[in-house]
């Protein structure tokens, strides 16, 4: 009997002293997106666990941004431990940080030595820091890019895309007549200007491309002359050049831009990269025939590209602070981002993999990427970007449906923006 009792007692001190030396602590990271995405960021968790010892949750977050966003709110301001980590649609990083969410990351950055070299400096300063304090790291980046059809070009003589809004116009009033005679949905420039946020983008990028702007000097200044210029020229692409459809404005998002450009109905398309792999899928009948670029801009201005992308932050009530900058680093390192290029097609944070001359050679878009990259906007970093983003929605679509004209909508808009500023400057 007390042999039996001395086992009992010695397989129970072995079994505690496992237990308590064996992992450390459980911590979680939500994420996000197609059942793709996520079984390849669960494979991620899997290896950073087998390689570090740690004890990493993958918890799945709904496919839709939106419901994505709902739960980190909720979680976040009711001060829960979990998640320790997420990611975050660019445009919901300032609310995060003015909300007093996310945990800076500079301690970590000079305690472990992490150069934040490897980044593009213009997103971090631009996205990711407030004040000088980095609170947030691009794990996937994401911008405007020019779609178009290198056969036809070729077939009416053109030698390249069109680098300027006008070389656009001249080039679709060549082509487009010809090809509708043969199909009657053919348009010249298909683009997002529905009513919501990817005509936000859309806008951006126009205006910008004009030397205009939302936010300029640190407030909101939309009604200028650069920037009714631009929206007039999107007005006109749809009712004086008539090379885009008028269906832009009540149903062109992303998915309907990329599928009327894909079953051929259209010379040019403005939409984000995700769009080059299902182009280029086998039973796409515009594969081989695409060429990428970078986005058309006004005469004696430049190309610019709106930002997106997911970035990755760190709950300021996460009880494992130090084992979740451990990720933060591993899924940043040069394997990990090289791996989400080339297994899920995401665009790496890192600005040194679209130098690499490998991976330029199997996949040579990278180096429009890079240039687009360099020559990027961001939407607003300010408290009430969404209030902003539907009133900006609401005018220009409204412009786009003919229902008022341009300088009306720039005037109203910035009526709309002149009040929020008041609200919220006194709260």
């Known amino acids: 009997m ?11 001190i072995s079994f505690f002293s496992i237990q308590c030396g064996s992992t450390k602590k459980d911590f979680t990271i939500w994420i996000g997106g197609s059942p793709e995405e996520v079984d ?23 496919t839709y941004t939106d419901q ?7 979680s976040l301001e009711s001060k829960q431990p979990d998640p320790d980590l997420f990611l975050m649609d660019v445009v919901w990083i300032n609310q995060f940080i003015r909300s007093g969410w996310l945990q800076p990351f500079t301690p970590y950055v000079t305690k472990s030595k992490f150069s934040t070299d490897i980044f593009f400096k213009g997103i971090l300063n631009t996205v990711d820091k407030l004040n000088d304090t980095l609170y947030a790291l691009p794990v996937f980046l994401d911008v405007g890019l020019f779609y178009y059809r290198k056969d036809l070009l070729e077939k009416f003589g053109f030698n390249n895309p069109p680098k300027t809004w006008d070389e656009l116009v001249d080039q679709c ?11 009657l949905n053919f348009n010249g420039f298909d683009w997002q200007g529905a009513q919501y946020e990817g005509l936000v983008c859309d806008f951006l990028e126009f205006i910008a491309s004009n030397g205009g702007g939302i936010l300029q000097n640190g407030k909101i200044n939309l009604d200028t002359p650069e920037n009714l210029k631009a929206l007039r020229f999107m007005h006109d692409l749809i009712y004086k050049y008539k090379i885009s459809p008028p269906n832009t404005y009540t149903e062109m998002k992303e998915e309907e831009v990329r599928r009327a450009f894909q079953s051929g109905n259209a010379i040019f398309e403005r939409n984000w990269s995700y769009a080059w792999k299902l182009h280029q899928s086998k039973d796409s009948p515009v594969r081989g025939k695409v060429g990428l670029t970078l986005l058309p801009h006004f005469i004696d201005h430049n190309s610019v590209s709106t930002l997106g992308g997911w970035h990755i932050g760190m709950s300021k009530y996460s009880d494992e ?3 979740a900058w451990d990720f933060i680093q591993y899924v940043t390192s040069y394997k990990v981002q090289k791996q989400l290029l080339l297994k899920v ?11 690499d001359s490998l991976l330029l050679k199997q996949i040579p878009r990278l180096k429009i990427l890079y240039e687009a990259f360099k020559h990027t906007v961001a939407r607003p970093t300010i408290p009430y970007y969404p209030q902003l983003s539907e009133v900006i929605q609401r005018y220009v679509n409204d412009c786009l449906a003919n229902k008022i004209k341009p300088a009306y909508a720039l005037k109203q808009m910035q009526n709309h923006i002149n009040e929020l500023e008041k609200f919220y400057a006194a709260k």
Do not use: C, M
């Not at 669960?42 to 977050?61: D, E, H, M, P, T």
């Not at 009033?173 to 199909?183: D, H, L």
């Open 173 to 183: 009033k060549k082509i487009t007549p010809a090809e509708k005679k043969n199909n």
């Open 2 to 12: 007390k042999k039996i009792q001395s086992l009992i007692l010695i397989l129970t």
């Open 345 to 355: 097609g995401w665009n790496p944070g890192r600005k040194d993999i679209y130098s």
């Open 40 to 62: 390849f960021w669960a494979s991620i968790v899997s290896q950073f666990n087998n390689q570090r010892g740690y004890n990493l949750k993958l918890i799945r977050q709904p």
């Open 321 to 323: 602070k130090n084992e």
């Open 68 to 74: 994505r966003r709902q739960g980190l709110v909720i």
